[in-house]
């Protein structure tokens, strides 16, 4: 069995739902593993990351409003804001969508659905540049 490891850094975001399949893409060029999984880990607690339709932008829209709704800014009932009014709400939306995903590999390549993308949820107003560490385990096969 072979295991490939790479951090990457993505750009900073604003606030939203953002497809970043192709960063991860990228980060696998000249990949030794042909058959396997890949995971993706984000190495932060007030982003996510999810697996979702990947060509209609209003998918993108429509969760963050949902997520908007679930966790509010400024609700009377959050205690956590040292860093503002977006700061627990970003937490609770890390929590929801989580901090990875795994998806297989085939032939060297993410094995996602023809309507599947990995999302970046930034769930803070100002987003920051975001550390993802992609493992991937498998045989040259």
């Not at 503002?84 to 060297?108: E, N, Q, W, Y």
Request: hydrophobic share 35%; glycine share 10%.
């Amino acid at each position: 069995m072979n295991v490939f490891q790479k951090t990457i850094t993505l750009k900073p975001y604003p606030r939203g739902c953002h497809l970043i399949t192709k960063d991860i893409e990228g980060a696998l060029k000249g990949l030794a593993i042909r058959v396997g999984l890949c995971h993706v880990f984000l190495k932060h607690t007030s982003a996510g990351l999810t697996i979702n339709e990947n060509a209609d932008p209003s998918v993108r829209v429509d969760l963050e409003e949902y997520l908007d709704r679930a966790a509010p800014e400024n609700a009377p009932y959050f205690t956590h804001d040292y860093e503002g009014p977006d700061d627990m709400p970003a937490h609770i939306k890390s929590s929801l969508f989580g901090c990875s995903v795994t998806v297989p590999l085939r032939g060297g390549q993410l094995d996602l659905g023809t309507w599947q993308g990995i999302y970046l949820g930034e769930y803070r107003n100002s987003g920051a540049p975001r550390v993802l560490t992609i493992t991937c385990l498998g045989d040259e096969k």
